[in-house]
């Protein structure tokens, strides 16, 4: 049974800065692609990083500047450092990765629970 967990989420002021962390746990054969999603108050949610296998990335321009997305692959774990947080960056934040859990099987998209982010003052 696959698992993400994530971890890092909280209060900080605006300006301030907060590192989220997702943890791949179970039987895996392969992790691709990793990132970070996230889920205002009668929001869609919106993709906010990516990151390959390569390490290639990828921002939504409302972060750019502001968010670095990375992984650790020996870890199966994937970060992101948000720093000058704003208002308008509280949301809950969801981990993402596509899997192949056997060698036999297609990649499928799994989730984390969500860790909420709240940028206030």
């Known amino acids: 049974q696959v698992q993400l967990v994530e971890s890092g989420g909280g209060l900080v002021q605006p300006g301030g800065c907060l590192r989220l962390?997702?943890?791949?746990?179970?039987?895996?054969?392969?992790?691709?692609?990793m990132g970070w999603y996230r889920q205002a108050p009668g929001k869609q949610r919106e993709l906010v990083a990516t990151?390959?296998?390569?390490?290639?990335?990828n921002y939504a321009d409302s972060v750019k500047g502001r968010f670095t997305i990375s992984r650790d692959n020996a870890k199966n774990t994937v970060y992101l450092q948000m720093n000058s947080l704003k208002p308008e960056d509280t949301a809950v934040y969801y981990c993402?990765?596509?899997?192949?859990?056997?060698?036999?099987?297609?990649?499928?998209?799994?989730w984390g629970q969500g860790t909420q982010v709240t940028v206030s003052s």
């Open positions: 962390s997702c943890t791949v746990s179970g039987t895996t054969f392969r992790i691709y692609a």
């Open positions: 993402n990765s596509q899997i192949r859990t056997s060698w036999s099987t297609n990649p499928s998209d799994y």
């Open positions: 990151i390959t296998s390569g390490s290639s990335t």
